[in-house]
């Protein structure tokens, strides 16, 4: 459960019963920056429709991207206020039809020379009755070290490894921190060096996922010097029991090119809002 302190103020009267979180960090993904991802689920008996308040440092300003995952397994755009709390902003989510949502933003990390690192604090005022991590391990990372160390450790989307832990209930009277140190010799980034990931493979890989996804993001990787050729692939995105795989489409993003599928918000190649 979301509980907010005095802190917050009008905050408080935006909770609802928060059944699981799930707070996934992807360093240097598509951009020198961590991306920060909330995977949320609220009670199955909270009456809808609800509103939702989760933190976010202040200093990311926005957040990149708020929906709810209606019955259909399609993204839409949740309505959100942003509150602007000292060193935090409150974000207070609308769910309209569906108890499952997601909330992403990019904060910076500390880069010094080849060496990354990144401290995700969740703060006090919030009290959260099941929490749980994902670290993405960047395609060019190595002694990567995670704190509270991981429960599991192993391969996933695109051949990429992925470090998860429970963390379990979360007092709301202190701080939560997760830290991520690695380094980056090349500098590169995971989203240039992905391999495309086959609906047939996701299928076979999800029976021994830990987390059930709640959204598979689509994109595509411009190759070939000299000429346009795209690669979809798939970006998965996982919480408990099954797995979702959206279809293809002949959807590009106006800004870059970038192909997309029929059920993708924002281009994650550039991150623009795409036009249907």
Request: aromatic share 10%; hydrophobic share 45%.
């Amino acid at each position: 459960m979301l509980v907010m302190g005095s802190t917050y103020g009008q905050a408080q009267e935006a909770t609802a019963f928060v059944k699981h979180l799930e707070v996934a960090l992807w360093p240097e993904y598509d951009r020198p920056a961590m991306l920060v991802i909330y995977r949320f689920e609220l009670a199955p008996d909270t009456s809808l429709p609800a509103r939702v308040a989760l933190p976010i440092p202040a200093d990311v300003g926005r957040p990149n991207a708020v929906a709810w995952l209606g019955t259909d397994g399609v993204l839409y755009d949740a309505a959100f206020i942003l509150q602007p709390a000292g060193d935090w902003s409150v974000v207070q989510v609308e769910m309209s039809d569906t108890r499952t949502g997601q909330l992403e933003y990019y904060a910076a990390m500390d880069i010094s020379g080849t060496i990354r690192s990144f401290l995700f604090e969740w703060p006090p005022g919030f009290e959260l009755r099941e929490m749980a991590y994902e670290v993405q391990e960047p395609v060019a990372a190595t002694e990567l070290i995670v704190n509270p160390a991981p429960d599991h450790a192993g391969p996933g989307d695109f051949g990429l490894n992925y470090l998860t832990a429970i963390l379990g209930p979360q007092a709301g009277d202190r701080a939560l921190a997760i830290s991520v140190t690695y380094k980056n010799a090349a500098g590169t980034l995971s989203v240039e060096a992905l391999q495309p990931l086959g609906v047939a493979q996701v299928d076979a890989q999800a029976g021994n996922l830990d987390l059930l996804p709640l959204l598979v993001y689509a994109a595509g990787i411009a190759i070939l010097g000299g000429g346009v050729y795209y690669l979809a692939f798939t970006r998965r995105r996982r919480n408990r029991t099954t797995d979702l795989v959206l279809q293809a489409s002949t959807v590009y993003c106006y800004q870059c090119g970038t192909a997309a599928r029929n059920r993708d918000v924002y281009c994650r190649q550039c991150g623009e809002k795409l036009r249907r």
